[in-house]
């Protein structure tokens, strides 16, 4: 039933859902070794310090526009069989840099990807530029300002991923001043590793119309109803959290808890391959938590693409 509904997500870091064996092909392309952070068929990390290096020793290994429309039309074509009908993509300039990549190579391979899986399956996908953020305000301005210039047209947002527990929100407020004021849509990670006070941070800050995860805001009922109020859509990724022992197990997290309390919430992958998981499997994951009808699925299937960062004409081919 479930597996059936129309589905969306709006938080998946694109070279986080790069599968370790599309890695591994390509380390044998470039003559790399991957052992540090991979084994078999699976990504190796034990806490989130190292998963971030494993993250970026996958990403170290995409260098060409090729390989990156690879990745984005792999990553899009698996979720359309999901039942996917639209996605948003986190996409790292910095993460591009550091292997060699201008961000126009990148963004023009993603964006050949993103074509190349519409035409193939009818699936449609923006992409939101992150800054990075234990690399510092400057290195995330960069990225906002970049991300201001609409360096091309399916760049619709701008976030920040990274250490969410690295310096202060408020470090941070001109790049997320500097992408508003171009139009971009706005989202920020903040309440996933970090407590309720840094969603706090976040909306008194960034002023973000969703946030990545938001989970720990239930910690602070009314800071529950200030989302619930404000309308804020939380970018929630069940997966991630639980791979991360943010909770020990589904029915301790707080996803149907804050739906309850008018909270807008939507499901979403993050690093799919990193966290055993794929949008597929977070919908399923909830329904059998808590039971939802199909009807409540596709709602929140709704939520995602009234959230979503998209031209309207788009939007409402989509709704
Ligand atoms: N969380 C925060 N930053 C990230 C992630 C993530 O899951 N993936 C890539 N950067
Ligand atoms: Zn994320």
């Not at 990225?143 to 202060?168: D, K, N, V, W, Y």
């Amino acid at each position: 039933m479930t597996l059936n509904v129309k589905k969306a997500e709006l938080h998946c870091h694109i070279e986080g859902a790069a599968s370790p064996a599309l890695v591994k092909a390509q380390a044998r392309k470039y003559g790399a070794d991957v052992s540090t952070f991979i084994a078999d068929d699976h990504y190796v990390w034990s806490d989130f310090t190292e998963f971030l290096a494993a993250y970026d020793g996958a990403a170290a290994l995409f260098r060409s526009e090729e390989d990156y429309a690879l990745l984005a039309r792999t990553y899009l074509e698996g979720i359309a069989a999901q039942n996917a009908i639209y996605a948003e993509i986190f996409v790292s300039p910095d993460h591009a840099a550091a292997a060699g990549l201008t961000a126009e190579a990148y963004l023009n391979g993603l964006g050949e990807g993103i074509e190349a899986a519409r035409s193939a399956t009818g699936i449609e996908c923006r992409m939101i530029i992150v800054g990075v953020r234990h690399l510092g305000a400057e290195k995330v301005e960069a990225a906002a300002r970049l991300a201001a210039t609409r360096p091309h047209s399916l760049i619709t947002g701008f976030g920040m991923a990274g250490e969410e527990r690295f310096g202060r929100v408020a470090d941070f407020t001109r790049a997320f001043d500097i992408a508003r004021d171009a139009g971009l849509g706005i989202t920020i990670h903040a309440g996933e590793l970090a407590g309720p006070e840094s969603v706090r941070d976040a909306l008194d800050h960034v002023r973000p119309s969703r946030i990545g995860h938001g989970v720990r805001a239930s910690e602070d009922p009314d800071l529950v109803r200030r989302l619930a109020d404000e309308g804020v859509v939380l970018e929630v990724c069940p997966g991630s959290n639980l791979a991360l022992n943010v909770y020990p197990d589904i029915t301790s997290h707080p996803f149907d808890a804050l739906r309850r309390e008018g909270v807008k919430v939507t499901l979403s992958s993050d690093d799919p391959p990193h966290f055993h998981s794929s949008i597929g499997h977070e919908y399923q994951l909830v329904a059998d938590a808590w039971g939802y009808s199909s009807a409540e699925m596709t709602g929140f299937t709704k939520t995602s693409i009234e959230a979503a960062f998209v031209d309207e004409p788009t939007r409402e081919i989509l709704l």
